[in-house]
């Protein structure tokens, strides 16, 4: 794959094309599903089905689109979200998605507003997680929501993540640093709350990782190993 534009500084359309394709992977895996399998759970969104998260990303783009939401959502918000779908069939639910995302779509084009790419990434592979289709692990998707999530990491001590394409250093410059060998794909795992911490302080770390592993997520972390 060709390195994309960081995301900091993409364009909105480009952002708005790679949330379009996300979208389209997504509706491809669980549009031939059965009730039984849209009620799986998702263990990386303890709680959750299939058919949940679904309902939310598609709230998230209706929210976005309003300008109800700006940011990732409260508990109580996406309480309200996957409720909103609540007695709709799986093709409606797709359907509002589809018009929420052509919003987005003109947003980007208009408004130079970015579509929540992150959001979707990172519920692509918690919905390939709860039905076994692994996959995507190197989508551009991926590639821009682990640079941001990599460019805010902040933490008490210096540290280097490498990975694939790159150097990443959050901290102080004043010691010497802890360094982590991570891939992108896991970095927007473990950022987003879907490793636990045993599996936090089982990666490829260069020395203790203890000062900056309540530091790594931005949720979570999982209460048990999430594997995929």
């Known amino acids: 794959m060709e390195t994309p534009q960081i995301t900091s500084v993409a364009d909105p359309r480009l ?3 790679v949330y379009q394709e996300t979208r ?3 509706v491809a895996l669980v549009v031939g599903l059965d009730d039984a399998a849209l009620s799986t759970a998702v263990g990386a969104c303890p709680g959750w089905s299939v058919r949940d998260v679904v309902a939310h990303v598609a709230a998230v783009a209706e929210d976005w689109v309003s300008g109800r939401l700006a940011g990732p959502p409260t508990d109580e918000e996406t309480a309200a979200q996957i409720a ?3 007695g709709y069939h799986l093709a409606e639910i797709l359907a509002a998605w589809t018009d929420a995302a052509a919003a987005l779509d003109r947003m980007a084009e208009t408004a130079g507003v970015k579509p929540p790419l992150g959001d979707i990434t990172s519920h692509e592979h918690d919905i ?3 039905i076994g289709r692994p996959g995507a692990q190197d989508s551009e998707a991926v590639w821009h929501s682990s640079d941001q999530l990599f460019t805010n990491l902040r933490t008490p001590v210096p540290l280097i993540v490498t990975v ?4 990443y250093r959050s901290g102080p410059d004043d010691r010497a640093e802890i360094r982590l060998c991570t891939t992108r794909f896991e970095g927007l795992r473990w950022r987003t709350g ?3 911490r045993a599996q936090l302080a089982a990666m490829d770390w260069s020395g203790d990782p203890t000062p900056v592993l309540e530091h790594l997520y931005l949720f979570g972390p999982a209460d048990a190993d999430v594997e995929e």
Do not use: L
């Open 164 to 167: 694939e394409d790159a150097e």
């Open 15 to 17: 952002i708005a094309r």
């Open 128 to 130: 390939r997680g709860a």
């Open 24 to 26: 389209e992977r997504i």
């Open 84 to 86: 909103r779908f609540g």
């Open 194 to 196: 879907r490793r636990s």
